[in-house]
């Protein structure tokens, strides 16, 4: 946007507010439409998106619409993280590599579709030592589980998310996680403090 159309917004924006009618950048990019009065406590509450993507986003993102389960998926992501004491971006990185290697959907044994015995969210293998199936299909045992194999990697605070993620997941595809940074980062952002 440049930047007479933005003062002109933000000047509207100002007179509506003064009037008593809140109205601003903020509502504008709202998901859910929250109270105005909550929507500027909220947004201060958001951790930076400077820690949560510090190298940038690298190539063309992935999103795509999750469901309630997916959204719960990512909030137990986000408090096994939590729980382990690691920051947000390590969040960002569990969730990323989560919806590639399972669009946060917590996964059984799919049969002939199943890739060797990978279950969970995170694709993990009972046969590799990932655990038993009923803990890797566990969000909170499959989460720690991940982030056990994050912390062993030197420097991965550093790292970009791509290699980062294969270093702990050792995929054929290494460079896919890329492409959920974005979407990874703004779920972190909006339920990390929830």
């Given at each position: 946007m440049?930047?007479?159309?933005?003062?002109?917004v933000?000047?509207?924006?100002?007179?509506?507010?003064?009037?008593?009618?809140?109205?601003?950048?903020?509502?504008?990019h709202?998901d859910?439409g929250?109270?105005?009065?909550?929507?500027?406590a909220v947004?201060?509450?958001k951790?930076d998106?400077?820690k949560?993507?510090?190298?940038?986003v690298?190539?063309?993102?992935?999103?795509?619409?999750l469901n309630?389960?997916q959204?719960?998926?990512?909030?137990a992501?986000?408090?096994?993280?939590k729980?382990?004491?690691l920051?947000e971006?390590?969040?960002?990185?569990?969730?990323?590599?989560?919806?590639?290697e399972?669009?946060?959907?917590?996964?059984?044994?799919?049969?002939?579709?199943n890739?060797?015995?990978?279950?969970?969210?995170?694709?993990?293998?009972p046969?590799?030592?990932?655990?038993?199936?009923?803990?890797?299909?566990?969000?909170?045992?499959?989460?720690?589980?991940?982030?056990?194999?994050?912390?062993?990697?030197?420097?991965?605070?550093?790292?970009?998310l791509t290699?980062?993620?294969?270093?702990?997941q050792?995929?054929a595809y290494?460079?896919?996680?890329?492409?959920?940074?974005?979407?990874?980062?703004?779920?972190?952002?909006?339920?990390?403090?929830?």
């Amino acid at each position: 946007m440049n930047s007479i159309i933005r003062k002109s917004v933000l000047g509207v924006a100002g007179l509506a507010f003064a009037g008593g009618v809140f109205a601003g950048p903020i509502a504008a990019h709202a998901d859910t439409g929250p109270v105005a009065g909550k929507a500027a406590a909220v947004q201060a509450d958001k951790p930076d998106m400077g820690k949560l993507i510090p190298h940038g986003v690298q190539g063309a993102q992935s999103k795509i619409t999750l469901n309630d389960e997916q959204v719960g998926n990512a909030k137990a992501i986000i408090a096994a993280t939590k729980k382990a004491g690691l920051p947000e971006r390590a969040a960002v990185i569990s969730i990323a590599t989560s919806l590639q290697e399972s669009k946060l959907e917590n996964l059984g044994h799919l049969g002939d579709a199943n890739d060797h015995d990978s279950l969970g969210l995170f694709q993990q293998r009972p046969s590799s030592g990932w655990g038993t199936p009923e803990q890797i299909t566990n969000p909170e045992y499959a989460t720690l589980a991940f982030e056990k194999g994050l912390k062993q990697v030197d420097g991965w605070q550093d790292m970009p998310l791509t290699e980062a993620a294969q270093t702990v997941q050792v995929s054929a595809y290494p460079d896919a996680y890329a492409q959920w940074e974005q979407q990874a980062a703004d779920l972190v952002a909006a339920n990390w403090n929830s």
